[in-house]
Structure formats: structure tokens, C-alpha cells
């Protein structure tokens, strides 16, 4: 019998990863079964299991490609790599990147990172399995452990004094952005919220950023 080539399976868990998240835009998260992702392939549930062990192992690498396709990582990291702006003029750049980010995938990257947060508060142990069959940096950890650090850096440097303690600022920063996130997410998702609001994620994160240099004692341009 023909040894199959790893490009052909390459390809094929490619094709059940994509069927897995277009599943995945129609529906939450956490009512996926393999049987939709079956259904949506095309595939016996025979062929399916051919390459994966279930549907977790394949929302592994779901996860993967969505961490590939939605990555801010590199566009913040040569922003920040050797800073010599103004503080305040990086803090501008860093959300105007994080917003643009949100606006092109918010309806549909954005929508199953926000199910996927859901699943974690409702089974944290199965989210747990899954995160951790899966591959590629996160744009939260990255934020949090490398750029947040640099601003502090940065800011420090020009002679800015923060009005409270870094670290603080910081779990300010995340609670914030998961914040503007879910408020996006279940606006233009989901139609919950005011709906005389609207979510604009380019409007919310320039408030962000004048928040931040603010508390970091610098002055905002508006």
C-alpha cells in the first residue's frame, strides 16, 4: 500500500480545521459537536477520525489558525522595538494597530475568541486541553508580557511620572481591552447592548490611548 504523503494529510486537516471554523461562525462555541463538523466536511465520521482524535484535538488547531491569521504581534513589536517618538505618539500607534486589528476581525476571529472565553468559564478544564494543544504566541500574552513593558520603559525614559503604580496601570490595560473587546463583540455580534450605540473600535481605543498617557502623567493632542 502507498505511504500517503504529509502533504495530502497536511491538507486534509487543513480542509477539516476550516469546516470546524465556519461551523464555529454560525454557531457558539460551545454547542459545536463533531457531528457539525462532520456534516460540514462531507466526510464519514471514519475519515474524520483518520486524523483526529475528536473534536477538541481539531479545535486545538482551529485555535492555531486563528492565532496566525489574527496576529498584531509583529506590526507591535517593529513599532516598539526601537522606540524614538514621543511617548504619547507611540501609545496613539500601539491602539490605532490593536483597533484596526478588532475592526477587520470582529465579526468573525473576534466573535469565536469571545466563545472560546466562555467556554473557559464554563468548562476551564476543557479549554485548558485545548489551549494547550494548540500552537503559536497569543496577542494578549504578547501584549501584557513585552509591549506593555515597553511603554513603561519608554515613558520612564522621556521623564513622564505615572500617577499610580505600574503594575496596577497594567491590570487597568488588560481589563480595559477585554473590556472595549466584549463590548464590540456583543454589539456587532450577537445585537446586544443600546442599540442607538454603536461599537466603533477606532473611537473607543483613541479614548484608550489618551487614558493611558494620561496616567502616565503625559499630555493628550485633543
Known amino acids: 500500500m502507498p505511504k500517503v504523503k504529509q502533504e495530502y494529510l497536511d491538507e486534509k486537516k487543513k480542509m477539516i480545521v476550516d469546516c470546524a471554523y465556519n461551523v464555529c461562525l454560525r454557531k457558539p462555541v460551545e454547542t459545536v459537536t463533531i457531528s457539525d463538523v462532520i456534516k460540514e466536511t462531507g466526510l464519514s465520521q471514519g475519515a474524520i477520525y483518520r486524523y483526529y482524535a475528536g473534536l477538541d484535538e481539531i479545535l486545538a488547531d482551529m485555535v492555531t489558525k486563528i492565532r496566525e491569521v489574527y496576529n498584531y504581534v509583529d506590526a507591535l513589536d517593529e513599532l516598539t522595538r526601537d522606540i524614538d517618538e514621543p511617548f504619547e505618539k507611540v501609545t496613539y500607534k500601539v491602539c490605532d494597530i490593536l483597533a484596526e486589528a478588532m475592526e477587520k476581525h470582529l465579526t468573525d476571529i473576534q466573535k469565536i475568541n469571545f466563545d472560546f472565553g466562555v467556554l473557559a468559564i464554563n468548562e476551564p478544564e476543557r479549554m485548558a486541553k485545548i489551549m494547550a494543544g494548540s500552537s503559536a504566541q497569543g496577542n494578549f500574552d504578547y501584549l501584557g508580557r513585552v509591549i506593555f513593558p515597553r511603554l513603561v520603559m519608554t515613558a520612564a525614559e522621556q521623564g513622564h511620572r505615572p500617577l499610580g503604580d505600574a503594575e496596577e496601570i497594567a491590570l487597568y490595560f ?13 454589539s456587532a455580534c450577537y445585537g446586544i447592548g443600546d442599540k442607538n450605540v454603536k461599537a466603533e473600535p477606532q473611537k473607543l481605543f483613541r479614548t484608550f490611548a489618551k487614558t493611558i498617557i494620561l496616567m502616565f502623567g503625559g499630555r493628550i493632542d485633543e
Do not use: P, R
Open 174 to 186: 488588560g481589563a480595559t481591552l477585554t473590556g472595549i473587546e466584549k463590548f464590540c463583540i456583543m
